[in-house]
Every structure is written in C-alpha cells, then in structure tokens.
C-alpha cells in the first residue's frame, strides 16, 4: 500500500503540519491494533486512514485519525491532507465526503490549489481558569473556555501575542488541565500583518507536546474569535516552530477551514494489516 506524508496548512515543504496519510484496498478498517502500530512507526501527530465506502451513502470514504497514543474523535489538518492526496491522484473531483468519528465531514478543492473543510463549530463555554494551568504554562491567563466533547481542549486567551509566541510551558502539567491539551491564543498585534489572531497548541494527552498547526482547535477559534472581532471570516496563524495558516468562515453551525498542503513522501508501506 502507498503511504504519503503530508504538510498541511502550508503552500511550501517543511513548513505547516506533517501527516501520514494510507489510502486502504480493502472495504473496512484492519484491527485497530495495526492502525496504531502504523501511526507509532510514522510518529507523526497524526496519521490519518481511509478506505472508499459504497456510492449510494452520506459519504464516499470513511476516515479516522490516530496519533503515535492514540485514536483522536477529529482532526483537520490530516482531513486536509487526505483530500490533498485525493485530489492529486484523481480519486476525487470537487468535494469529497468523510464519514468519522464526529460525524460528517467534507472537503472541497478548488482551482488555485486551496481545500476548503466543512466542520461542526466547538460548543463554546466559559470556563474558570485553573491556577495550575497559568501556572504550567508561566504566564498569566485572561480567560479559560472549555471546547466541547469532540475537542477536548481548553482554549486560554493569553494577554497578546507575543505572549503566546514565547511561551515554554511545563508539558507534563499541562496534562492535568484538559482531556486533549490546551490552545494558547491572542490577538495578532498588528492589524495589518495578514492574520487576525495566533494560537499553540499542546496536547500531551494524546502523545503530542506541541501540534504544529491544528485545523479542529480551529473550529474552535473561529467562533472565540469571530464573537470578539465581528467579522464571520478570519485568518489565524499558528505560530509553532513550523508555522502555518487556516482561513477560518463561520456558517452557523459550521466552520470552514481552507488551507494548502504539500506531499514531501511518496512510499510504499510493506507491513501488511
């Protein structure tokens, strides 16, 4: 089976979020035992598996997601990757349909090389801030928001950016606070600059300190910073070492996430399920 990696949320190698990403010959998912056995050997933040479904349902291939831990309910930037690899090898046209864990899911190609997601917008609630995770992370924290069941996150707004630029938090306290990891956001400082707000994100529970750049914090950062700005459409930049952007549109209950991705390996996996 051919497997690819990915970088996602970027038009350039090296930069945005590497994903894994094996398109399955067969009509179901092999044990779930191998699946996390692949993701582990790839090491990536997550590796994402699909195989074609019947033409006469909701979806046309079913998805899932594990990082090198675990199994994850959803994930945008190997959703992009995985439409990415679709999309250039002529297995879909258009818009393609995921069924997963979290539901349905689409992805729409366009022209200039941009995909655009369809996801359910976080269930956005305000929450307390607890000291142990300003005190992880080392900085002081304006506000705490818990992301829903689908997340797991809990989303801190930080004083400015670069605050959250410069944090070095205390990884293993960080794991206390959240069922996946916690999301660091500020607005950007300069209004000008091509971005609306910056984000890091890390989520130790699912085996990964800091994710590069994360489409499903995204459905929450949508709506967070949408209520704060006024504007239903906005760019965040996810300001981790390798960078990389998610245009964000608010639609209701949904979100969409456009970006770029760039395949950087081509292989051949011989470990068979």
């Given at each position: 089976?051919?497997?690819?990696?990915?970088?996602?949320?970027?038009?350039r190698?090296?930069?945005?979020?590497?994903?894994?990403?094996?398109?399955?010959?067969?009509?179901?998912?092999?044990?779930?035992?191998?699946?996390?056995?692949?993701?582990?050997?790839?090491?990536?933040?997550?590796?994402?598996?699909?195989?074609?479904?019947?033409?006469?349902?909701?979806?046309?291939?079913?998805?899932?997601?594990f990082?090198?831990?675990?199994?994850?309910?959803?994930?945008?930037?190997?959703?992009?990757?995985?439409?990415?690899?679709?999309?250039?090898?002529?297995?879909?046209?258009?818009?393609?349909?995921?069924?997963?864990?979290?539901?349905?899911?689409?992805?729409?190609?366009?022209?200039?090389?941009?995909?655009?997601?369809?996801?359910?917008?976080?269930?956005?609630?305000?929450?307390?801030?607890?000291?142990?995770?300003?005190?992880?992370?080392g900085v002081?924290?304006?506000?705490?928001?818990?992301?829903?069941?689908?997340i797991?996150d809990?989303?801190?707004?930080?004083?400015?950016?670069?605050?959250v630029?410069?944090?070095a938090?205390?990884i293993?306290?960080?794991a206390?606070?959240?069922?996946?990891?916690?999301i660091?956001?500020a607005?950007?400082?300069?209004?000008?600059?091509?971005?609306?707000?910056?984000?890091?994100?890390?989520?130790p529970?699912?085996g990964i300190?800091?994710?590069?750049?994360?489409?499903?914090?995204?459905?929450?950062?949508?709506?967070?910073?949408?209520?704060?700005?006024?504007?239903?459409?906005?760019?965040?930049?996810?300001?981790?070492?390798?960078?990389?952007?998610?245009?964000?549109?608010?639609?209701?209950?949904?979100?969409l996430?456009?970006?770029?991705?760039?395949?950087?390996?081509?292989?051949?996996?011989?470990?068979?399920?």
């Open positions: 089976m051919r497997i690819r990696i990915v970088d996602a949320f970027t038009d190698p090296f930069a945005g979020n590497p994903a894994g990403v094996l398109l399955l010959d067969t009509p179901a998912f092999p044990d779930d035992s191998w699946l996390q056995d692949v993701a582990r050997e790839v090491n990536l933040s997550e590796t994402a598996f699909a195989h074609r479904l019947p033409g006469d349902g909701d979806a046309d291939w079913a998805l899932r997601w990082t090198p831990a675990a199994e994850v309910d959803m994930c945008g930037h190997a959703t992009l990757a995985t439409a990415h690899v679709l999309s250039t090898i002529g297995e879909a046209n258009g818009t393609v349909r995921f069924a997963a864990r979290c539901g349905i899911l689409s992805a729409a190609a366009h022209g200039d090389g941009s995909i655009t997601l369809d996801f359910p917008v976080a269930p956005l609630h305000r929450a307390d801030v607890p000291f142990g995770v300003a005190k992880a992370l002081g924290v304006l506000s705490a928001t818990d992301t829903g069941p689908h797991g809990l989303l801190v707004e930080l004083a400015d950016e670069a605050t630029r410069g944090l938090p205390d293993p306290a960080l206390m606070h959240s069922r996946r990891g916690i660091a956001t607005p950007a400082d300069d209004p000008d600059c091509g971005y609306d707000f910056v984000s890091r994100c890390f989520f529970n699912v300190d800091e994710d590069p750049v994360t489409g499903s914090a995204h459905t929450a950062l949508a709506p967070f910073w949408s209520a704060r700005l006024g504007r239903d459409e906005l760019t965040g930049l996810q300001a981790s070492a390798r960078s990389g952007v998610v245009r964000t549109t608010l639609r209701g209950d949904r979100v996430l456009t970006g770029r991705a760039v395949t950087v390996v081509d292989g051949e996996l011989h470990a068979k399920p």
